[in-house]
């Protein structure tokens, strides 16, 4: 099965949902990912999904949707192309460490327990420049043990 | 009035100001917060797969069957989570600010004003969006501050959206994103979401950034508040 058709029924959508789509571009219109100087169109997606094709995982709007509805508040449809995109980004596996360590935490215990999650994405925030900020997150900070949540 | 309380992950953690403020908020107009039982995490925005996702918070729907009718949900994304979960409508699921009426206000002792302090409210994304989980009332913000006698500023990125979901995947997004937010808003920013907190206050410079609680607290007489 292509990897377009795995993501779609990772959603809550079918495939022949899109057919809907009008064409209009509002989404593109209000997408926040084109305040990155980046150009992107939720619709282009949207159609190559319906035609069953591929969309890559290093597509802008793979890697930067920021999740904000924007675009469903605007389309006539309501599209969720967020929900879409956060399928996507799972059928191509293309997690950041932070998510993966986000992950983790919750198959252990049920929750997220920061300073795990910080510990195990420690490489990628001292490589990425996370240091500098530590200073103004020091309110953040706050020590407590973690609490093991009981499967039921 | 007793709530069933989800406070999540982030208020069980890094945003443990929140939840302190929430918790004394409510303690002070006589409602109780009683958390859901050995409640889980609600997945956030980190699972691709709905069914997945909406499943974490059935879990806690499950856990506060019996025990709650009415049940609160400060973060955003839990709030959302958990509305979403909630397909036969069981229970109430509402957000915070949807409390702020009429009636809590009339309610409430005030200690201080707010003259002479500008403020920007910023509610983010997922308050507002998508609509069949945004709240009643998104000029609930606004209102406090003009009933205070504050001046409101930056209306324009009340609903833009921060990249704060991006932080710890591609930083520069949400620098970026929160920078023209923040070059929009004027004195004080009022935020509600951990997330947008952590995204303003990391690139804010010099400008305050507080929670919407600290501000009724600052109201209520509570002086280092603000
Ligand atoms: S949710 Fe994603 S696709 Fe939609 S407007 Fe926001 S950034 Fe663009
Ligand atoms: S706004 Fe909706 S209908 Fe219009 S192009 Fe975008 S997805 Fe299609
Ligand atoms: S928002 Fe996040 S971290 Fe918080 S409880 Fe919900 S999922 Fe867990
Ligand atoms: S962090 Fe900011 S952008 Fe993200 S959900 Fe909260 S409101 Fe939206």
Redesign the pocket.
């Given at each position: 099965m292509p990897k377009t058709d795995r993501a779609i029924e990772l959603t809550d959508y079918e495939r022949q949902d899109f057919s809907v789509c009008l064409g209009c571009k509002i989404c593109a219109s209000v997408c926040t990912v084109n305040d990155l100087d980046l150009s992107t169109n939720p619709q282009e997606m949207l159609q190559k999904l319906f035609l069953g094709k591929d969309v890559a995982a290093d597509d802008p709007l793979v890697r930067f949707c920021?999740g904000?509805y924007r675009c469903t508040g605007a389309c006539p449809w309501e599209i969720r192309i967020p929900d879409v995109v956060r399928a996507l980004r799972q059928v191509h596996a293309t997690e950041s460490p932070f998510e993966k360590a986000f992950k983790g935490s919750v198959a252990i215990w049920g929750r997220v327990y920061e300073p795990y999650v910080l510990m195990r994405a420690a490489p990628f925030l001292l490589k990425g420049g996370y240091i500098k900020h530590m200073m103004r997150w020091m309110e953040y900070m706050g020590i407590h043990l973690p609490h093991k949540v009981k499967r039921t | 009035m007793e709530y069933g309380y989800y406070p999540g992950c982030s208020l069980t953690g890094s945003a443990h100001k929140l939840d302190k403020g929430i918790k004394k908020v409510f303690a002070k107009q006589g409602h109780t917060l009683k958390e859901i039982p050995d409640w889980n995490c609600c997945g956030a925005f980190e699972y691709g797969d709905r069914k997945e996702l909406a499943g974490f918070s059935k879990k806690n729907l499950e856990k506060a069957r019996g025990h709650f009718s009415e049940i609160v949900a400060p973060c955003?994304?839990c709030y959302k989570n958990l509305r979403e979960a909630d397909e036969k409508r069981e229970f109430a699921v509402t957000h915070p600010l949807d409390l702020f009426d009429e009636a809590f206000f009339a309610a409430m002792k005030q200690g201080k004003d707010l003259k002479g302090q500008v403020f920007t409210p910023y509610y983010?994304?997922?308050l507002l969006r998508p609509k069949e989980t945004a709240i009643r009332n998104n000029t609930v913000m606004e209102e406090t501050i003009a009933r205070f006698g504050g001046d409101v500023a930056g209306e324009s990125i009340k609903d833009r959206?921060?990249?704060?979901?991006q932080i710890f995947i591609n930083k520069s997004v949400t620098e970026k994103l929160s920078r023209l937010i923040l070059d929009k808003s004027r004195g004080t920013v009022v935020v509600f979401?951990p997330?947008?907190h952590m995204?303003m206050k990391t690139f804010s410079g010099e400008r305050k950034v507080v929670y919407y609680t600290d501000l009724l607290l600052y109201i209520m007489g509570e002086n280092s508040a603000l």
């Open positions: 920021t904000c | 955003p994304a983010g994304c997922i959206c921060c990249g704060g979901n979401c997330l947008c995204a």
